[in-house]
């Protein structure tokens, strides 16, 4: 049902869709679908729900002192990247962004941080053992994932391209670690 919601939304926008269409998508009838969610917000707030725990499932990328520095960031990165245009996350924030774009008071409701707290772990990892140099991780973990969604994922939600190829994500990848760590890396 949330998926079937996730692709009206997606394809008809949010306010176009109703109860009814997202019930026949989904192949239940609409007390069923009512009995599950009573509302379109419900659905909503389960399609953002999904997307948050499909974040906190990626694999942990936990700071290693011991290792080079710029192959951890790149492997953090690659992981982004590959779940940010992952089909199932682009179609779900495809969906989700439809009705947030219709009411900017309901994205003050999503805690965006949940996206980030894997790259804010890290980062206070890497900060407390001397080799980043930022002074507000959540500020850092925005710029990170900002710069890796800006190349990576907006252009296919806005513009409907494919996902980057391997080629191009490495690249994008490579380019933001450099950016970043250019201005959080501790000198030696």
């Not at 049902?1 to 019930?23: D, K, L």
């Not at 009705?99 to 407390?128: M, S, T, Y």
């Amino acid at each position: 049902m949330v998926q079937a919601a996730a692709t009206e939304f997606q394809t008809r926008g949010y306010f176009s869709t109703s109860m009814n269409v997202i019930a026949a998508t989904a192949n239940v009838s609409k007390r069923t679908l009512y009995n599950h969610f009573d509302s379109k917000e419900a659905l909503f707030d389960a399609i953002i729900e999904e997307l948050t725990q499909k974040a906190e499932l990626l694999p942990v990328c936990s700071f290693d002192p011991t290792r080079d520095l710029r192959e951890q960031l790149i492997e953090l990165a690659l992981v982004e990247v590959q779940f940010m245009t992952s089909q199932s996350v682009v179609a779900l924030a495809r969906a989700g962004i439809s009705r947030v774009l219709a009411g900017p008071e309901v994205g003050k409701k999503i805690d965006h941080r949940r996206f980030h707290r894997r790259v804010e772990h890290w980062l206070d990892d890497a900060h407390a053992a001397g080799c980043l140099n930022h002074t507000n991780t959540e500020f850092a973990a925005k710029q990170f994932v900002g710069m890796l969604m800006t190349f990576a994922f907006w252009p296919t939600i806005v513009n409907g391209e494919s996902p980057p190829s391997k080629k191009k994500r490495d690249r994008i990848v490579e380019s933001t670690v450099e950016i970043f760590l250019a201005s959080y890396q501790v000198s030696d």
